[in-house]
């Protein structure tokens, strides 16, 4: 079975521009999450989709958002692109929402913004 | 404040020797999760190991186990006979309470492995 895909996974933007981070999570999965993870530390938690709906939402500007589609597969969207945007972006999808449910993270993709 | 500690940036580990990595928590909820992952040079963050507030037990999944001290806030991750490809940055993480989905990652600890 396939794992949690994203794409690109690398991207070059300038600054101010509008960037749109695609992710497919495994199949079954119902629940998104997004990452962004600067260099040389861990990912901090941008968004989490379950069942299409926002659950919950990390201290991100309001440049940042997304959205989880039937298919479960979901867009982060980043507008106004500042140069400290730069960063891995990571997926993560899980069967449900629970204090026990590990996360299956992609690939990511690398962000670098000029 | 900082949810998650991890105060050793990089280590050095022999093949076949064990290594500990730190990991200390702050929490106020009595329900809590605690994950380690492992993430290699190709990016992808790589489960392994969870231990829930309440398990009694120390988690052990393979060559890796969770070395749970709650009156301590720490969970350290043991990973044994180490291997020329357990070389990755390994990530403590915590989701707590019951309706909190987010995991919070520390700042993670590089492992380098030598044969």
């Known amino acids: 079975d396939a794992g949690v895909t994203q794409s690109p996974t690398h991207l070059i933007k300038t600054r101010g521009q509008h960037v749109t981070l695609r992710c497919s999570p495994i199949?079954?999965?119902?629940?998104v999450s997004w990452y962004q993870q600067v260099l040389g530390q861990g990912p901090q938690f941008i968004f989490q989709?379950?069942?299409?709906?926002?659950?919950g939402r990390g201290n991100f500007p309001d440049r940042f958002s997304a959205r989880q589609f039937p298919n479960y597969s979901s867009e982060l969207n980043v507008n106004a692109l500042l140069l400290g945007d730069s960063a891995l972006y990571l997926c993560?999808?899980?069967?449900?929402?629970?204090?026990?449910?590990?996360?299956?993270f992609g690939s990511g993709t690398q962000l670098s913004v000029l | 404040a900082q949810k998650i500690t991890q105060t050793q940036p990089g280590m050095f580990v022999q093949e076949k020797e064990a290594v500990t990595l730190d990991c200390t928590y702050d929490?106020?909820?009595?329900?809590?999760?605690l994950f380690w992952y492992k993430q290699p040079s190709s990016g992808e963050m790589i489960f392994l190991i969870y231990?829930?507030?309440?398990?009694?037990q120390n988690a052990t999944e393979g060559r890796y186990s969770l070395n749970f001290q709650k009156a301590r806030k720490s969970a350290n991750l043991v990973i044994s006979a180490s291997q020329l490809g357990d070389s990755a940055m390994y990530f403590c993480?915590?989701?707590?309470?019951?309706?909190?989905?987010?995991?919070?990652f520390g700042a993670g600890t590089t492992v380098t492995v030598r044969a």
């Open positions: 993560a999808s899980s069967t449900r929402v629970a204090t026990n449910e590990k996360l299956f």
């Open positions: 199949s079954g999965h119902k629940s």
């Open positions: 989709y379950y069942e299409k709906e926002e659950r």
């Open positions: 929490t106020s909820d009595q329900s809590y999760g």
């Open positions: 231990q829930g507030s309440y398990d009694e």
């Open positions: 993480a915590m989701r707590e309470g019951l309706n909190d989905y987010k995991l919070s």
